[in-house]
């Protein structure tokens, strides 16, 4: 655990803009490496690009990736009162039990990943405000919010994967998508855990009211966080800021993640270098959110359960990336001709 070292949002966007970039000198050297391992000049494709680019964050032109660690958030939403979902709100609760006994998939694919897990229930018993009405939080809650997530993050992890369980969050991050990058409701709507086209049109009708009560949110990203937001996307994103300050690489999970985290890049470009995607998920408009960040998903398997499921199967990828790179022989060493 870190000393949290923001105590209201203007100084939260100091820390973002103070964050430390990629070590030159390491991508410097893990380009070098990877020119002379034994394999034709990009024969790995984008493995050969994850490698450096984990490198160059972790300060190392050979690292390991080892101690791999799993945050799952957890918050309820006021939003639900508009009947935006197919389940019902304490289902959140439900599944925070479920994570805790081990029966959820994302125990299972954390376990395969080897990967640490981290589960935090964010106030069940005190959701957001119903943000159709006003705003979702205080600059009070959301900052706490933001810092349990920075706190959760464990110093030695050398990878992140931030994941989230809440009712009604595909409606709060369509609200918090639609504030940060404009379009209309639509745009940002999609089924969440499966509602019929009607519960379709109520999500969309949430969102256009969701920015008409909340007029600032679309002049400042934090303030879309605050207004619009849950306390488990606050906390994905502050755990993603912390990661960042302390050179933990990323990957991004699906629609609700990367909403959280598009606040970062919005609020201070280039926020989210350290991140990459780990999938594109079926929920509508995830795709369209990562192509506004510029990130290329690494898997496309059709998943959207949430709980960082998708961000925690691609951990393998990175894995894989890291392993070929620091430990393949290079031509030297294996005593193999380069041409």
């Known amino acids: 655990m870190s000393i949290v070292p923001f105590s209201t949002l203007d100084e939260f966007r100091e820390v973002l803009a103070a964050a430390p970039a990629s070590d030159p ?108 009405e006003g705003p979702a939080m205080s600059e009070a809650q959301v900052v706490s919010d933001l810092a349990t997530g920075w706190a959760t993050v464990d110093s030695q992890a050398d990878l992140l994967v931030v994941g989230e369980m809440g009712i009604g969050n595909t409606t709060a991050a369509a609200a918090l998508a639609h504030a940060l990058f404009g379009g209309v409701p639509e745009d940002w709507t999609g089924r969440g855990t499966g509602v019929d086209d009607a519960g379709l049109a109520r999500k969309a009708r949430a969102v256009a009211a969701g920015l008409a009560a909340n007029p600032d949110a679309a002049a400042d990203p934090l303030e879309a966080l605050r207004c619009l937001g849950g306390r488990e996307l606050a906390a994905m994103a502050g755990a993603i800021a912390r990661a960042r300050a302390a050179r933990i690489p990323v990957i991004l999970d699906g629609f609700i993640c990367t909403a959280a985290a598009a606040v970062l890049e919005r609020t201070s470009p280039g926020a989210l270098d350290h991140a990459v995607a780990g999938h594109v998920s079926a929920e509508a408009a995830h795709r369209a959110l990562l192509e506004a960040l510029d990130k290329a998903p690494l898997l496309s398997l059709g998943m959207r359960l949430g709980e960082g499921s998708g961000a925690t199967l691609a951990i393998g990828i990175l894995k894989a990336a890291v392993a070929c790179h620091s430990g393949m022989a290079t031509f030297a060493e294996a005593g193999v001709a380069d041409g």
């Open 25 to 132: 000198a390491a991508e410097a050297g893990a380009k070098d490496r990877n020119g002379q391992l034994t394999k034709p000049p990009g024969a790995l494709g984008r493995l050969e690009d994850l490698a450096i680019w984990y490198a160059g964050w972790r300060g190392d032109a050979r690292p390991a990736l080892e101690r791999p660690q799993v945050a799952v958030f957890a918050g309820n939403h006021g939003v639900v009162a508009q009947a935006v979902s197919a389940f019902p709100a304490e289902v959140t609760g439900q599944m925070v039990q479920n994570f805790v006994a081990g029966g959820a998939a994302i125990n299972q694919l954390a376990g395969v990943a080897g990967a640490k897990m981290d589960i935090v229930a964010l106030g069940l018993d005190d959701p957001t405000a119903d943000f159709t």
